[in-house]
Nanobody, 125 residues
Framework: VQLQAYGGGLVQTGDSLRLSCAAS????????MAWFRQVPGKEREFVAA????????GYAEFVQGRFTIYRDNAKNMVYLEMNSLKPEDTAVYYC???????????????????WGQGTKVTVSS
């Protein structure tokens, strides 16, 4: 699976932004998909994940109620809808995929086999 994330940009505090991740390959619907983010000098951290069917989702505590992950298997796309953005949400956001989680999700970075190149989100105060 090849992944390409896009949709990042410069926004202000309180704004909304939708990130997209396009996946290639016929097996997209067999993969758990996730978003992680990373700021310089820190480890990449889990943001959200969605199971292959879309029936299960998981979120980091710091985005609960603000971000929504969803997918469109017909289009090989996964999205991260981000609302009420804060300056601390500034990071490079990466999408990731894993084919082995069955219909579940994981917050562990090491689980995911495939990664996109990242899209930068900057939230100004």
């Amino acid at each position: 699976v090849q992944l390409q994330a896009y949709g990042g940009g410069l926004v202000q505090t309180g704004d909304s932004l939708r990130l997209s991740c396009a996946a290639s390959g016929r097996t997209f619907s067999s993969n758990t998909m996730a978003w992680f983010r990373q700021v310089p000098g820190k480890e990449r951290e889990f943001v959200a994940a969605i199971s292959r069917s879309g029936g299960r989702t998981g979120y980091a505590e710091f985005v609960q109620g603000r971000f929504t992950i969803y997918r469109d298997n017909a289009k090989n796309m996964v999205y991260l809808e981000m609302n009420s953005l804060k300056p601390e949400d500034t990071a490079v956001y990466y999408c990731a995929a894993d084919p082995d989680l069955q219909d579940s999700v994981s917050a562990y970075r090491s689980v995911y086999d495939y990664w996109g190149q990242g899209t930068k989100v900057t939230v100004s105060s």
